[in-house]
């Protein structure tokens, strides 16, 4: 809110270039709100994939995280007003690479009681095949949105 007010005091005082750079700064904000949804939703995605690899089953459970994750990351990814997405497939497919970790250490938490630690865990499945699934569903997902 601190952020509008500001916004109208310079366009009401005549500062303009003052006004570009906030909405600019405004701008970035909303940007890095949205890839940090997305990185958080993503996390998931892979966390659920991976489970389903290793353990080879699945539950109504992952099935619908797995779901709710991938919608939840194309809604996020979707721009509002006007068309296309904020993030290109290659920056989605970075954002998955750079969650990976963090997905496969809470999947090694979780998946066979925790037995297995995550490089343990990480032998029994194939990395860029589960990156792969991970998009396929966030790319089928967008184009529900087109």
Do not use: C, P
């Not at 006004?19 to 909303?30: K, R, S």
């Not at 709100?33 to 991976?50: A, N």
């Not at 998946?111 to 569903?137: H, P, T, V, W």
């Amino acid at each position: 809110m601190e952020e509008i007010l500001q916004l109208r005091e310079f366009i009401e005082t005549q500062r303009y270039h003052d006004a570009l750079l906030l909405i600019e700064e405004m701008e970035d904000m909303a940007v890095s709100d949205k890839f940090s949804k997305i990185k958080s939703y993503s996390t998931i995605l892979l966390l659920h994939l991976i489970k389903q690899a290793v353990e080879n089953h699945t539950t109504v459970s992952w099935d619908l995280s797995i779901e709710n994750s991938a919608e939840e990351i194309a809604e996020t990814n979707k721009r509002r007003k006007a068309s296309g997405f904020y993030a290109t497939d290659a920056e989605l497919t970075q954002v998955l690479e750079r969650v990976y970790k963090n997905a496969l250490t809470r999947a090694s938490l979780e998946a066979f009681g925790g037995a297995f630690s995550a490089q343990e865990l990480q032998q029994k499945f194939d990395k860029q095949a589960i990156i792969d699934k991970a998009m396929q569903r966030i790319i089928d997902e967008q184009a529900k949105l087109i």
